[in-house]
């Protein structure tokens, strides 16, 4: 039998090559692998209550990005993590098995209550609790994420090992899955990429902002002149080709060293790369956003599916817990 591959994604709207190089490939890669199930997380979402007029059409350009990247809903289950109650069940009971302390010490909840000192409610606490039960919800062994969950993951860990203890072996520890490219930094060259500080490309950009965004990249910061050598590893566009442009990295690397090649061309061969990489994924969005009632009904089609996976085990816990 395979293996079960989970991952969730937080729906902030469109994806950008951040979500997809740190994470989104191996969702696709890993379909044949593995028996796959990846989720849109709108419940995740609401921890900080943050644009939940667009919550809705978050999930939907989320939901069709996953589907341009090439999941294909013949292999692997995808679906909206609330049309399945579910989880809402086990959450509560998982939470009866994970000390505060843990929930407490969590890097990404510290950030957060700092930022945020108004708005620590008790669902952002919760929130790796939520993960944690995702995953176990639909047995998922493998779970392909970028860096940044780690902690979430290892604490996941820890939950099913505390909740073994407790109620007898239930649940298998679950394994993160990196990609060769688990943090991708923004155009800025200093912040992982992300949507909120606006230093990203979203995968369904057209070619022509794909262009300007990617010229707008810091590169280099100690290469003054066109003369400066130039510092490819110090340099997140290099980084950036060193995955788009594979062939020509060697040559690249040296002839940025001795000055050779100027950002600005470096960074036009970029975006040309990037919009060559992308068209096929783009191709493929516009196809399905011009057939909604498709998408809708993979959306539903999965939930079916996911829920049937997430009665079982919730069945399984219930009785382990004492509760039938
Ligand atoms: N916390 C993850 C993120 O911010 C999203 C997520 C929710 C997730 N549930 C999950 C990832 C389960 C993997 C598995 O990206």
């Given at each position: 039998m395979k293996k079960r591959g989970f991952s969730g994604v937080r729906p902030t709207g469109r994806l950008h090559i951040g979500n997809y190089l740190g994470a989104g490939k191996n969702y696709v890669a890993m379909q044949d692998e593995y028996d796959c199930v990846y989720c849109i997380v709108d419940l995740h979402a609401l921890t900080t209550l943050a644009d939940t007029d667009k919550l809705q059409s978050n999930i939907y350009e989320a939901f069709l990005d996953l589907l341009a990247a090439g999941i294909d809903p013949q292999k692997a289950v995808i679906f909206v993590q609330s049309h399945v109650p579910e989880i809402n069940e086990l959450f509560t009971l998982l939470s009866m098995a994970t000390p505060l302390s843990w929930l407490l010490r969590v890097p990404t909840f510290k950030e957060k209550a700092r930022m945020h000192p108004q708005n620590v409610n008790y669902g952002l606490v919760g929130y790796p609790v939520l993960m944690a039960a995702d995953i176990v919800l639909y047995k998922g062994e493998v779970v392909p994420v970028g860096e940044d969950q780690l902690p979430h993951l290892e604490l996941a860990r820890e939950i099913v090992r505390r909740f073994n203890e407790h109620f007898g072996e239930t649940f298998r520890e679950p394994q993160a899955k990196l990609t060769n490219f688990p943090m991708v930094v923004g155009l800025d060259g200093k912040d992982k990429m992300s949507k909120s500080l606006g230093n990203h490309i979203e995968l369904a950009a057209t070619a022509e902002e794909t262009t300007k965004r990617v010229m707008s990249a810091v590169t280099d910061p100690t290469r003054k002149l066109r003369s400066d050598p130039g510092h490819p590893k110090a340099c997140n566009v290099f980084k950036l080709r060193e995955h788009?442009?594979?062939?020509?990295i060697t040559q690249l690397e040296e002839d940025c060293r001795m000055a050779r090649i100027g950002c600005v061309d470096c960074k036009r061969a970029l975006a040309e790369a990037i919009n060559c990489d992308l068209a096929p994924l783009r191709a493929r969005r516009i196809s399905l956003a011009a057939n909604p009632e498709y998408v809708r009904q993979v959306m539903l089609d999965g939930a079916m599916k996911a829920q049937v996976i997430a009665r079982q085990t919730l069945d399984e816990v219930k009785s382990k817990m004492g509760l039938i």
């Open positions: 788009f442009d594979p062939e020509c």
